[in-house]
């Protein structure tokens, strides 16, 4: 296991707090990075219905899912036997039966039916027909604990900030190896093999893993685009713009970062614009502290690159942590306007002050641990327009 089983007990305490305070008695949870913090389960097994069931009567979790999978379980939680209940393969993509049968089944032995049962009920792994069918099996309506594990983990243990540190080692050695293949004359498909080998071979001893997004890699015209990735046929050109949103993960923890490539002199108005959103993650990261609220590290930043007519639609950051495919984000605080968290210590989040505009685009985001003081960026990585061949 990844984690001493005191901490996976400690986090299970925090869940059952919280599911007590809303009024729950029972949660299914079916997003696997909420999964893995619980009792570290860790598998490819999310392209099909799978999940934990949360009691407040019971020590354990409960984890269900495919009959093939329940090995992975046992392999790679602290679960007792007894509390993995695997279901038969002809609930997998079958219209005529769901696995929210079998969830069913489940409470319906523990006592649970006539509970107050929570689901999470908007995320990327629990359907309109999982809530149809639970509910129908229920004769209820659930409650809607969207977020209500993810929220539990925002503030980051030691052995998480060390995994987040190493998964920063690993997101230097994937960066380095990006700007060391963006070179003209090659092709952009062979930059993105380069980067996937450096995500999972690690850098200076320190394991990787596969990102939860793939490498975004657009070149020219595309980088007026938010989440393209390579052009597979197209080749490095001299003068090519090119934006790199990468990430490094370890024991699926990710420290992502965003760079802007030039392969040659920058244009004037790229590097005007660079100045700007350069200026503005300083006067953000120099104003995050603890105590400061998440709407209020985004009015810093908007209010220094507002000087200098630049302006940014979209949220300026988020907090990260251990994810799954298809995204590294926890889904939690959004550094915007109108999101009242309080940051605190212990805390981690990724500042992506991302431009996309009609013609170019610029990147050059920070991961930061808040401290005790204020915060702490875990990458070192320079933050300029990167100009490999001047």
């Known amino acids: 296991m990844d984690f001493e089983l005191s901490e996976y007990h400690e986090r299970l305490a925090k869940v059952k707090r919280s599911m007590a305070q809303k009024g729950l008695d029972v949660l299914v949870a079916s997003d696997p990075s909420n999964m893995k913090w619980l ?38 939680t602290w679960l007792s036997p007894d509390s993995l209940r695997p279901y038969a393969d002809d609930y997998v993509q079958n219209p005529a039966k769901h696995p929210m049968s079998h969830v069913a089944s489940i409470l319906r032995e523990f006592g649970w039916l006539n509970k107050r049962v929570g689901a999470e009920h908007d995320n990327y792994w629990f359907t309109g027909r999982c809530l149809q069918v639970l509910e129908a099996e229920l004769q209820a309506p659930t409650a809607d604990a969207t977020g209500l594990i993810n929220w539990e983990r925002l503030i980051k243990s030691p052995t998480e900030i060390a995994y987040l540190r190493q998964a920063a080692v690993v997101c230097r050695g ?63 050109q001299p003068d090519d713009l090119v934006l790199l949103e ?16 030039y392969l040659g002199r920058p244009p004037r108005r790229l590097a005007d614009l660079a100045a700007a959103v350069l200026e503005g993650v300083e006067a953000a990261l120099a104003f995050v502290k603890p105590g400061v609220e998440a709407w209020e590290v985004e ?21 990260i942590g251990a994810s799954y495919v298809p995204d590294w984000g926890e889904r939690t605080v959004s550094l915007r306007p109108d999101d009242h968290t309080v940051l605190g210590p212990n805390m981690t989040f990724h500042l992506m002050p991302g431009i996309w505009e009609d013609d170019l685009g610029f990147e050059s985001s920070e991961p930061f641990l808040v401290t005790e003081t204020g915060c702490e960026p875990l990458m070192g990585f320079p933050r300029g327009i990167l100009t490999p061949e001047l």
């Open 246 to 261: 990468l990430c490094g993960v370890h024991r699926r923890y990710h420290c992502p970062l965003s760079r802007t490539v």
């Open 174 to 236: 994937v960066m380095e190896a990006a700007t060391n293949a963006v070179r003209p004359g090659r092709l952009e498909r062979d930059a993105a093999a380069a980067v996937y080998a450096a995500c999972v071979k690690g850098v200076d001893g320190v394991p990787g893993d596969h990102p939860a997004i793939f490498p975004i890699m657009p070149s020219n015209e595309r980088t007026t685009c938010a989440h393209l990735g390579w052009a597979p046929e197209r080749i490095y």
């Open 39 to 76: 009792t570290g389960y860790d598998g490819w097994s999310f392209y099909v219905h799978q999940g934990l069931i949360v009691a407040l009567d019971r020590p354990e979790p409960i984890w269900w899912g495919r009959g093939m999978d329940a090995n992975g379980a046992k392999l790679t």
């Open 299 to 319: 009015a810093c930043w908007r209010s220094t690159v507002s000087k200098r007519g630049v302006v940014k639609p979209s949220r300026l950051g988020y907090s």
